[in-house]
T-cell receptor
């Protein structure tokens, strides 16, 4: 079984500043994948970034980067130069051999102008 | 850019009625999924589907639920006799080749309200 814990229900960041969203997970699998999905008010689920567990290098995608600590089972998302459009619910997600996605509870990010 | 589509965007139904939620996955994708999100709660896996059969299903996916790919493009979720607790957002997702390593692309969701 896999579990994902997002302990912060809400965070706020000033526009143009940097924010880090934390996530820890647990899995018995040796090979798995981690994702951050964004869900804006429209409720559409949008992929932000993905990390293969076998890769040591942290994934980056423009203003988004992760800090993947495999031993600690930690997978945080850093958003640099925050924009108003980044305001959304962010889900940390893990998948393993069975392909189903296991979601955390999500964190609501607000961006202050 | 191709995307997953879902219809309707919002469905209101009476308890006990049957509903069919429709999804059109991205055309070259081979693996299909349904998830649901009850308001204020986390997104939960319902079922995965490949090669015209269910690959895996969760405990939520009981005999009241069924999935079908009737015509090679649509992927449907049927709830035979809806309950109040089925009210949720239902998301369809698909991925192209390797179900594990490739990203799942989500549709915009169908909001189901059971009265």
């Amino acid at each position: 079984a896999q579990t994902v814990t997002q302990s912060q229900p809400e965070m706020s960041v000033q526009e143009a500043e940097t924010v880090t969203l934390s996530c820890t997970y647990d899995t018995s699998e040796s090979d798995y994948y981690l994702f951050w999905y964004k869900q804006p008010p429209s409720r559409q689920m949008i992929l932000v970034i993905r990390q293969e567990a076998y890769k040591q290098q942290n994934a980056t995608e423009n203003r988004f980067s992760v800090n993947f600590q495999k031993a600690a089972k930690s997978f945080s998302l850093k958003i640099s130069d925050s924009q108003l459009g980044d305001a959304a619910m962010y889900f940390c997600v893990v998948t393993g051999a069975n392909s189903k996605l296991t979601f955390g509870k999500g964190i609501t990010l607000s961006v202050r102008p | 850019e191709p995307e997953v589509t879902q219809t309707p965007s919002h469905q209101v139904t009476q308890m006990g009625q049957e509903v069919i939620l429709r999804c059109v996955p991205i055309s070259n994708h081979l693996y299909f999924y349904w998830y649901r999100q009850i308001l204020g709660q986390k997104v939960e896996f319902l079922v995965s589907f490949y090669n015209n059969e269910i690959s895996e299903k969760s405990e939520i996916f009981d005999d009241q639920f069924s999935v079908e790919r009737p015509d090679g493009s649509n992927f449907t979720l049927k709830i035979r006799s809806t309950k109040l607790e089925d009210s949720a957002m239902y998301f369809c997702a698909s991925n192209p080749r390797d179900r594990r390593t490739d990203t799942q692309y989500f549709g915009p969701g169908t909001r189901l309200t059971v009265l």
